[in-house]
């Protein structure tokens, strides 16, 4: 079933340019729903963005936001750099991917609250600086993992970024265009994913300190520390 969707996918690139788009875009979405790896960061943002709007009033969708646009903005530069050093497009290397690991790690840790999580403003400043400070903390977060996860990112862009590279010198205007579907796919998942979190805290009845709550969240962040010793042990080849 899911090798003819991928077929029919891949067709739809090569027709009309509207069905292109609507390609690429379902590529994008695909590449999260479908892809294990990246079924992590959902419980990473959720547990981010429940603890950052509690502390600092921050908005889930603008959490959700700039968390996906830094794992787009890591996924573009990985494959801008290993692309110029002649490597394989997203391969960052061993040593990269257990620095990465140890971020996504930390991350989980901070999320159930055994560690601070980096760049949060809940404990200084005014409103504003911290709502600021949760912003830019969720788009370094983006940025790791978008760069930890680059390869399985890449498994699914391979269709969509080999016409990108095939007529971006004739059809500039299209190749952009496939790109930018793609990432609103990619990162639309995270945003939807993220943004929800209020609605399902009031439909739950969950408040800061409710049992349900604290479970919640110890549970996506026990998830994303297991992703990051996922990610090193594979680094290290031992999986």
Known sequence: MLREIFVTLTELLYAAPALAI????????????????HLVSIPLIV?????????????????????????????????????????LIGD?????????SLAVVYAGLSIIGWVPLPVSGSNAGKHAGRVSRSKWGGFLLGLLFGAALGPCT????????????AISSE????AVGLGLAFA???????????????????????SAGSRSAAVIKRVSGILVVAGGIYLLLKALRIV
Do not use: N
Request: with cysteine.
């Open 154 to 165: 890449f498994a699914f862009m391979a269709p969509v970024l080999g016409l990108i590279l």
């Open 92 to 100: 960052i290397g061993s040593f990269g991917y257990i620095v990465l």
């Open 47 to 87: 547990g981010y963005v429940e603890k950052q709007s509690k502390c600092d009033g921050a908005s889930p969708v603008a959490l959700s936001t700039v968390f996906a646009v830094g794992m787009i903005v890591a996924v573009a530069l990985t494959a801008l750099v290993t692309g110029l050093l002649g490597r």
């Open 22 to 37: 609507a390609s690429a875009l379902a590529w994008g979405i695909l590449s999260m729903i479908l892809s294990p790896c």
């Open 184 to 206: 609103a796919g990619h990162g639309g998942v995270v945003v939807l994913a993220g943004s929800q979190t209020g609605r399902i805290e009031k439909l739950a009845g969950w």
């Open 171 to 174: 059809r500039l205007l299209l």
